[in-house]
């Protein structure tokens, strides 16, 4: 069945630096992938998305590459804010229309 | 962007009684919305796709009496938790695309239920 990994379940670091979160996939061709933000208490709150086409995306200071190949994104932040501190979550969609599949996420604190 | 409402923010009921929660598509049209449920530290779970004006499709697991799900708009899906139990306790979330924007999911804000 499909799999979806995001290796660290919490990942700290100091404002300023870079902030890389990493997802891999098992048993899965997805036609896309994409990455939520979610606060606690909260719906997740959409970022970006990838298609298989493309190898990276950018967006003001968030970039995620997708590396179909090794069945893996990163999703970095870079110059990370305090303000940045939540958990992202990796999610796999094979065709428009169908639910997404969600990884564990990964909770990102950044201390100032 | 595309909004998606809940409705209630939160719920505590008691065991034994039942618990509708509301979904609704705000500025869009959707044929098709997802519920998920997610209990603490986990991630999301689907649980099933709504289809407006057809039965629901239900994950593997979920037991499709005890979650009624009714899509009975182009903006509206409804989750009944019946006869709730303690461990039905978590977080709920909601979600619906609009195809003719993106390939995205927009979420819900979420309902917290609590079963005493």
């Known amino acids: 069945s499909q799999k979806i990994e995001q290796n660290s379940e919490a990942l700290n670091i100091q404002e300023g630096k870079t902030a890389t979160l990493t997802c891999n996939y098992t048993?899965?061709?997805?036609?896309?992938l994409q990455w939520y933000r979610q606060d606690p208490g909260r719906g997740p709150v959409f970022l970006l998305l990838i298609r298989e086409n493309e190898k990276e995306k950018r967006k003001e200071r968030l970039k995620v590459t997708f590396d179909t190949t090794l069945k893996q994104s990163l999703f970095h932040i870079t110059a990370s804010q305090p303000a940045d501190s939540a958990t992202y979550l990796c999610?796999?969609?094979?065709?428009?229309?169908?639910?997404?599949?969600f990884g564990k996420g990964t909770t990102l604190s950044v201390s100032s | 962007g595309a909004v998606v409402s809940q409705h209630p923010s939160w719920v505590i009921c008691k065991s034994g009684t039942s618990v509708k929660i509301e979904c609704r598509s705000l500025d869009f049209q959707a044929t098709t919305m997802f519920w998920y449920r997610q209990f603490p530290k986990q991630s999301l779970m689907l649980m099933a796709t709504?289809?407006?004006?057809?039965?629901?499709?239900?994950e593997q697991g979920v037991e499709k009496d005890k979650f009624l799900i009714n899509h009975a708009s182009l903006t509206l899906s409804t989750l009944t938790v019946t006869s709730a139990h303690p461990e039905d306790s978590s977080f709920y979330i909601c979600s619906a695309g609009d195809p003719l924007l993106s390939d995205t999911q927009y979420f819900g804000p979420g309902t917290r239920l609590t079963v005493l």
């Open positions: 709504s289809n407006e004006g057809s039965k629901a499709t239900y």
């Open positions: 048993n899965y061709s997805p036609a896309y």
């Open positions: 999610a796999l969609e094979g065709q428009a229309g169908t639910a997404l599949i």
